[in-house]
């Protein structure tokens, strides 16, 4: 699969702060999508990114679709602590059908 | 609705044993897929399916068989089980065509002794 790089690793913030995650790659995708997995749970869709430019929300969630088609990023504003997870990156060039995924970012928040 | 169902939770098998990892959905999906996760890596493709009677090897195969007989279930099976194979097992199911969002079950906790 198509490499995406995800950063950073982890983050360990506390509750009211703002937070920002990035994946980038070498390749264009047509989509772009976050999730995020609690633990012992499956990945859950957050928010889906199709044109390139592309900024979209979900509450006090951000995303925006790279311009290049090369990279994406994920903010999440006024952090509480259920915001605890690992939050993944994935794409996808419509060439195939299977997604490629970044390696996640583990987030920490503290009361 | 309950979204993509995988079965069992948990399992720990001895090398050498092999077992199906059970996945049904109910979304009446086309393409379903199959995910290993690895700690701190990403999620990579074992194997999908387009349709019921179609499926096709993804990143790592190797060690893994499929079938697809009906829409809403694609077991996974181990034949010979090693310890390479420890991992959490992810089914995924979503509408056709590239791009389409994932719905992604619980996953399978296997640990190959």
């Known amino acids: 699969g198509q490499q995406l790089n995800q950063s950073p690793q982890s983050m360990f913030i506390q509750e009211g702060e703002d937070v920002s995650m990035n994946c980038t790659s070498s390749s264009i995708f047509n989509t772009w999508l976050w999730y995020k997995q609690d633990p012992g749970e499956g990945p859950v869709l957050l928010i889906a990114l199709y044109k390139a430019g592309e900024l979209t929300s979900n509450g006090r969630l951000t995303a925006q679709f790279g311009i290049t088609r090369k990279d994406s990023f994920l903010n999440i504003s006024a952090s509480i602590p259920s915001d605890v997870g690992i939050y993944f990156c994935?794409?996808?060039?419509?060439?195939?059908?299977?997604?490629?995924f970044g390696k996640g970012t583990s987030l920490l928040v503290t009361p | 609705n309950a979204g993509v169902t995988q079965t069992p939770k948990f399992r720990i098998l001895k090398i050498g044993q092999s077992m199906t990892l059970q996945c049904t959905q109910d979304m009446n999906h086309n393409y379903m897929y199959w995910y290993r996760q690895d700690p701190g890596m990403g999620l990579k493709l074992i194997y999908y399916s387009v349709g019921a009677g179609i499926t096709d090897k993804g990143e790592v195969p190797n060690g893994y068989n499929v079938s697809r007989s009906t829409t809403e279930d694609f077991p996974l099976r181990l034949e010979l089980a090693a310890p390479s194979q420890t991992s959490v097992y992810f089914c995924?199911?979503?509408?056709?065509?590239?791009?389409?969002?994932?719905?992604f079950g619980d996953g399978t906790r296997l640990s190959i002794l």
């Open positions: 994935a794409a996808n060039s419509n060439s195939g059908y299977a997604l490629n």
């Open positions: 995924a199911s979503s509408p056709p065509g590239g791009g389409q969002p994932q719905h």
